[in-house]
Protein backbone atom coordinates (compact mmCIF):
# COMPACT_ATOMS: atom_id res chain seq x y z
CA UNK A 1 0.00 0.00 0.00
CA UNK A 2 1.38 3.41 -0.86
CA UNK A 3 2.41 5.64 2.19
CA UNK A 4 0.34 8.86 2.02
CA UNK A 5 0.39 11.70 4.11
CA UNK A 6 -2.50 13.29 6.30
CA UNK A 7 -0.74 15.50 8.55
CA UNK A 8 -0.88 19.35 7.74
CA UNK A 9 1.94 19.58 10.58
CA UNK A 10 4.21 16.96 9.07
CA UNK A 11 4.18 18.49 5.81
CA UNK A 12 5.38 21.88 7.14
CA UNK A 13 7.74 20.26 8.24
CA UNK A 14 8.97 18.57 5.71
CA UNK A 15 8.47 21.80 3.39
CA UNK A 16 10.52 24.22 5.96
CA UNK A 17 13.43 21.35 6.42
CA UNK A 18 13.45 21.54 2.89
CA UNK A 19 14.32 24.94 1.93
CA UNK A 20 17.02 25.91 0.73
CA UNK A 21 17.57 29.87 1.45
CA UNK A 22 20.51 32.01 -0.23
CA UNK A 23 23.61 32.56 2.50
CA UNK A 24 23.42 35.98 1.20
CA UNK A 25 20.20 38.42 1.58
CA UNK A 26 19.81 41.70 0.76
CA UNK A 27 18.95 44.63 2.85
CA UNK A 28 16.70 45.47 -0.44
CA UNK A 29 14.82 41.75 -0.75
CA UNK A 30 14.18 41.94 3.35
CA UNK A 31 12.39 45.25 2.70
CA UNK A 32 10.44 43.48 0.38
CA UNK A 33 9.24 40.63 2.83
CA UNK A 34 8.66 43.30 4.99
CA UNK A 35 5.55 44.17 2.73
CA UNK A 36 4.01 47.04 3.02
CA UNK A 37 4.67 49.70 5.57
CA UNK A 38 2.59 52.01 7.33
CA UNK A 39 3.13 55.95 7.03
CA UNK A 40 4.94 57.71 9.69
CA UNK A 41 3.48 60.29 11.99
CA UNK A 42 4.70 62.45 14.05
CA UNK A 43 5.70 60.30 17.69
CA UNK A 44 3.87 63.24 19.35
CA UNK A 45 6.03 61.72 23.06
CA UNK A 46 4.23 62.23 26.43
CA UNK A 47 5.29 61.35 29.60
CA UNK A 48 2.54 60.14 32.04
CA UNK A 49 4.54 59.14 35.45
CA UNK A 50 7.75 59.62 37.08
CA UNK A 51 9.17 57.50 39.13
CA UNK A 52 12.71 57.85 40.98
CA UNK A 53 14.25 54.57 42.13
CA UNK A 54 17.93 54.82 43.39
CA UNK A 55 20.50 56.16 40.53
CA UNK A 56 17.99 56.48 37.62
CA UNK A 57 14.25 57.56 36.84
CA UNK A 58 11.67 55.46 35.07
CA UNK A 59 9.06 57.77 32.85
CA UNK A 60 6.27 55.63 31.71
CA UNK A 61 5.73 57.43 28.66
CA UNK A 62 3.48 56.84 25.07
CA UNK A 63 3.84 57.61 21.57
CA UNK A 64 2.31 57.22 18.23
CA UNK A 65 4.22 54.46 15.57
CA UNK A 66 1.58 55.08 13.41
CA UNK A 67 -2.45 57.00 12.86
CA UNK A 68 -4.36 54.41 14.17
CA UNK A 69 -1.58 52.60 17.15
CA UNK A 70 0.23 54.07 19.72
CA UNK A 71 3.10 52.06 22.05
CA UNK A 72 3.68 52.32 25.57
CA UNK A 73 6.65 52.11 27.07
CA UNK A 74 8.80 52.16 29.91
CA UNK A 75 11.91 55.15 29.87
CA UNK A 76 14.99 54.46 31.73
CA UNK A 77 16.54 57.64 32.35
CA UNK A 78 20.53 57.10 34.79
CA UNK A 79 20.74 60.17 37.25
CA UNK A 80 22.37 63.31 35.45
CA UNK A 81 21.59 62.12 31.74
CA UNK A 82 20.81 65.55 31.23
CA UNK A 83 24.30 66.91 31.95
CA UNK A 84 27.70 66.25 29.93
CA UNK A 85 27.89 64.60 27.27
CA UNK A 86 24.86 62.33 25.52
CA UNK A 87 25.61 58.94 26.17
CA UNK A 88 24.29 55.15 24.85
CA UNK A 89 20.78 53.97 24.51
CA UNK A 90 19.34 50.23 24.56
CA UNK A 91 15.75 49.19 23.31
CA UNK A 92 14.84 46.70 25.32
CA UNK A 93 12.89 43.93 23.25
CA UNK A 94 10.66 41.18 25.44
CA UNK A 95 9.89 37.79 24.30
CA UNK A 96 6.69 35.87 25.07
CA UNK A 97 5.15 35.41 28.39
CA UNK A 98 7.21 39.09 29.88
CA UNK A 99 6.74 42.44 28.93
CA UNK A 100 8.25 45.67 29.37
CA UNK A 101 7.04 45.76 32.99
CA UNK A 102 8.76 42.53 33.53
CA UNK A 103 11.96 41.87 31.96
CA UNK A 104 15.50 42.16 34.13
CA UNK A 105 17.76 43.40 31.71
CA UNK A 106 16.34 47.65 31.73
CA UNK A 107 17.66 48.34 35.04
CA UNK A 108 20.27 46.67 35.12
CA UNK A 109 21.66 48.98 31.85
CA UNK A 110 20.43 51.84 33.11
CA UNK A 111 22.35 51.52 36.53
CA UNK A 112 25.25 50.92 34.27
CA UNK A 113 24.71 54.52 32.92
CA UNK A 114 22.91 53.76 29.36
CA UNK A 115 19.21 55.45 28.82
CA UNK A 116 16.68 52.55 28.07
CA UNK A 117 13.67 52.07 26.57
CA UNK A 118 11.32 49.60 27.14
CA UNK A 119 7.94 49.22 24.84
CA UNK A 120 5.03 46.55 24.63
CA UNK A 121 4.92 44.77 21.54
CA UNK A 122 1.43 44.98 19.81
CA UNK A 123 -0.24 42.30 22.01
CA UNK A 124 0.98 42.25 24.69
CA UNK A 125 1.41 44.14 28.16
CA UNK A 126 -0.98 47.32 27.61
CA UNK A 127 -1.20 46.57 24.31
CA UNK A 128 -3.17 42.82 24.85
CA UNK A 129 -6.56 42.08 23.67
CA UNK A 130 -8.43 39.70 25.61
CA UNK A 131 -9.38 35.91 23.15
CA UNK A 132 -11.10 33.15 24.09
CA UNK A 133 -8.57 30.53 25.85
CA UNK A 134 -8.51 28.16 22.85
CA UNK A 135 -7.23 31.74 20.53
CA UNK A 136 -3.94 32.61 20.55
CA UNK A 137 -3.16 36.13 19.94
CA UNK A 138 -0.25 36.18 18.13
CA UNK A 139 -1.77 33.75 15.42
CA UNK A 140 -5.28 35.99 15.30
CA UNK A 141 -3.20 39.27 14.88
CA UNK A 142 -1.59 37.11 11.90
CA UNK A 143 -5.55 36.21 10.43
CA UNK A 144 -5.91 40.16 10.63
CA UNK A 145 -2.85 41.27 9.11
CA UNK A 146 -3.05 39.00 5.97
CA UNK A 147 -6.64 40.25 5.32
CA UNK A 148 -5.25 44.02 4.63
CA UNK A 149 -1.63 42.61 3.51
CA UNK A 150 0.82 42.93 6.36
CA UNK A 151 1.78 40.83 9.17
CA UNK A 152 2.46 41.14 12.80
CA UNK A 153 5.68 40.66 12.19
CA UNK A 154 6.27 43.65 10.10
CA UNK A 155 4.09 45.54 12.28
CA UNK A 156 6.77 45.02 15.63
CA UNK A 157 9.55 45.62 13.70
CA UNK A 158 8.05 48.73 12.59
CA UNK A 159 7.27 49.84 15.77
CA UNK A 160 10.54 49.23 17.57
CA UNK A 161 12.21 51.39 14.42
CA UNK A 162 9.83 54.18 15.66
CA UNK A 163 11.64 53.41 19.21
CA UNK A 164 14.83 54.05 18.19
CA UNK A 165 13.57 57.49 16.21
CA UNK A 166 12.48 58.39 19.55
CA UNK A 167 15.47 57.43 21.55
CA UNK A 168 17.56 59.39 19.04
CA UNK A 169 15.16 62.62 19.36
CA UNK A 170 16.82 62.39 23.17
CA UNK A 171 18.98 65.19 23.72
CA UNK A 172 20.93 63.18 26.23
CA UNK A 173 21.58 60.28 23.99
CA UNK A 174 24.11 59.86 21.27
CA UNK A 175 22.37 58.71 17.95
CA UNK A 176 24.96 57.11 16.76
CA UNK A 177 25.33 54.60 19.90
CA UNK A 178 21.51 53.44 19.72
CA UNK A 179 21.48 49.44 20.53
CA UNK A 180 18.86 46.67 20.92
CA UNK A 181 18.52 43.72 23.59
CA UNK A 182 15.74 41.10 23.22
CA UNK A 183 15.17 37.56 24.72
CA UNK A 184 13.32 35.10 22.85
CA UNK A 185 10.97 36.41 20.58
CA UNK A 186 12.68 39.74 21.44
CA UNK A 187 15.54 38.16 20.45
CA UNK A 188 13.97 37.36 16.92
CA UNK A 189 13.09 40.88 16.99
CA UNK A 190 16.13 42.62 17.70
CA UNK A 191 18.18 40.04 14.85
CA UNK A 192 15.83 40.93 12.22
CA UNK A 193 15.98 45.10 13.30
CA UNK A 194 19.50 45.25 13.32
CA UNK A 195 19.35 43.07 10.20
CA UNK A 196 17.32 45.74 8.71
CA UNK A 197 18.04 49.38 10.47
CA UNK A 198 21.02 50.29 10.38
CA UNK A 199 21.00 52.67 13.27
CA UNK A 200 21.39 49.55 15.89
CA UNK A 201 25.14 50.13 16.40
CA UNK A 202 25.06 46.97 18.29
CA UNK A 203 22.38 43.81 19.63
CA UNK A 204 22.54 41.39 22.16
CA UNK A 205 20.35 38.28 20.88
CA UNK A 206 19.66 35.96 24.16
CA UNK A 207 17.85 32.94 23.36
CA UNK A 208 17.11 33.80 19.74
CA UNK A 209 20.09 32.64 17.16
CA UNK A 210 19.86 29.26 15.48
CA UNK A 211 17.88 28.49 12.62
CA UNK A 212 14.25 28.93 10.97
CA UNK A 213 14.20 25.13 10.28
CA UNK A 214 15.93 24.01 13.84
CA UNK A 215 13.46 25.99 15.49
CA UNK A 216 10.52 24.97 13.21
CA UNK A 217 11.28 21.79 14.59
CA UNK A 218 9.79 22.59 18.18
CA UNK A 219 6.09 21.88 17.52
CA UNK A 220 4.54 25.40 18.31
CA UNK A 221 7.49 26.97 18.86
CA UNK A 222 7.21 29.72 15.66
CA UNK A 223 3.56 31.70 16.09
CA UNK A 224 1.54 34.31 14.08
CA UNK A 225 4.02 36.89 15.34
CA UNK A 226 7.53 35.23 14.21
CA UNK A 227 6.87 34.89 10.29
CA UNK A 228 6.55 36.76 7.05
CA UNK A 229 5.52 34.98 3.93
CA UNK A 230 7.73 33.03 2.05
CA UNK A 231 11.04 33.30 4.52
CA UNK A 232 12.12 30.10 4.54
CA UNK A 233 13.14 30.06 1.03
CA UNK A 234 14.52 33.87 1.22
CA UNK A 235 16.69 34.22 4.39
CA UNK A 236 17.77 32.38 7.48
CA UNK A 237 19.68 33.12 10.58
CA UNK A 238 23.13 33.13 9.44
CA UNK A 239 22.02 36.00 6.15
CA UNK A 240 20.60 37.75 8.64
CA UNK A 241 24.04 38.11 11.08
CA UNK A 242 25.73 38.69 8.08
CA UNK A 243 23.61 41.86 6.90
CA UNK A 244 24.54 43.24 10.47
CA UNK A 245 28.34 42.89 9.89
CA UNK A 246 30.49 44.90 10.73
CA UNK A 247 28.29 46.18 13.79
CA UNK A 248 29.14 44.51 17.05
CA UNK A 249 26.43 41.48 17.16
CA UNK A 250 26.29 39.32 20.81
CA UNK A 251 24.73 36.05 21.27
CA UNK A 252 23.09 34.20 24.48
CA UNK A 253 22.32 30.64 24.29
CA UNK A 254 21.24 28.26 26.62
CA UNK A 255 23.14 25.18 27.15
CA UNK A 256 19.59 23.02 26.81
CA UNK A 257 17.33 25.20 24.94
CA UNK A 258 15.36 22.84 22.65
CA UNK A 259 13.33 25.79 20.77
CA UNK A 260 16.57 27.66 19.77
CA UNK A 261 19.33 24.67 19.90
CA UNK A 262 22.58 25.43 20.95
CA UNK A 263 24.49 23.51 17.68
CA UNK A 264 22.27 25.27 15.08
CA UNK A 265 23.23 28.22 17.06
CA UNK A 266 27.15 27.58 16.64
CA UNK A 267 26.70 26.23 13.41
CA UNK A 268 24.80 29.94 12.30
CA UNK A 269 27.23 32.04 13.63
CA UNK A 270 30.33 30.19 12.17
CA UNK A 271 28.54 30.53 8.82
CA UNK A 272 28.26 34.61 9.19
CA UNK A 273 31.91 34.79 10.45
CA UNK A 274 33.42 35.25 6.69
CA UNK A 275 30.82 38.78 6.66
CA UNK A 276 32.51 39.88 9.10
CA UNK A 277 35.77 39.32 8.07
CA UNK A 278 35.09 40.80 4.72
CA UNK A 279 33.71 43.79 6.65
CA UNK A 280 36.76 44.44 8.39
CA UNK A 281 35.30 43.24 12.42
CA UNK A 282 36.52 39.57 12.49
CA UNK A 283 35.84 39.39 16.37
CA UNK A 284 32.78 41.31 15.53
CA UNK A 285 30.81 38.57 17.30
CA UNK A 286 30.50 37.09 20.23
CA UNK A 287 28.97 33.95 21.84
CA UNK A 288 28.35 33.82 25.32
CA UNK A 289 26.65 29.94 26.28
CA UNK A 290 25.03 29.96 29.98
CA UNK A 291 23.28 26.62 31.37
CA UNK A 292 19.84 26.09 31.97
CA UNK A 293 17.22 26.02 29.08
CA UNK A 294 15.29 29.21 27.15
CA UNK A 295 16.11 31.96 29.54
CA UNK A 296 17.83 35.37 29.74
CA UNK A 297 20.83 35.43 31.95
CA UNK A 298 22.94 38.72 31.05
CA UNK A 299 25.81 38.29 33.17
CA UNK A 300 28.16 38.18 30.82
CA UNK A 301 26.43 39.56 27.44
CA UNK A 302 25.18 43.02 29.35
CA UNK A 303 28.25 43.72 30.32
CA UNK A 304 30.01 43.29 26.60
CA UNK A 305 26.74 45.33 25.74
CA UNK A 306 27.62 48.05 27.42
CA UNK A 307 31.14 48.00 26.32
CA UNK A 308 30.91 47.98 22.75
CA UNK A 309 28.38 50.66 22.92
CA UNK A 310 30.87 52.69 25.34
CA UNK A 311 33.75 52.33 22.90
CA UNK A 312 32.12 53.54 19.57
CA UNK A 313 33.28 56.72 18.61
Known amino acids: MKHRNFSPWAYWRLRVDSATPPPVVSRERLVQLLGRLPAPVDPDLEVLDVEQREGYRVERVVFD ?6 VPALLFVPDGAEDGEPRPAVLAIHGHGTTKETITWPP ?9 LAPDLRGFGERADSTPDDHYHCDV ?7 VGTTPFAQNLWDMARCIDVLQSMPYVDRDRVGACGWSYGGIVTLFLAAWDERVAAALVSCAVASIASSHRMPWNLCGSQVLPGMADE ?6 VALIAPRPLIVENAEDDLTFP ?3 AKATLEQATPAYAAAGAPGGIQ ?5 G ?4 DGTD ?4 LVQVLSSIS
Do not use: T
Request: hydrophobic letters at 60%; a negative charge.
Open 108 to 116: RLAEAGLVV
Open 293 to 296: DHRF
Open 301 to 304: SLPA
Open 65 to 70: AEAAMS
Open 235 to 240: LDHASL
Open 287 to 291: LFVID
Open 141 to 147: DLVNGVL
Open 262 to 264: LDA
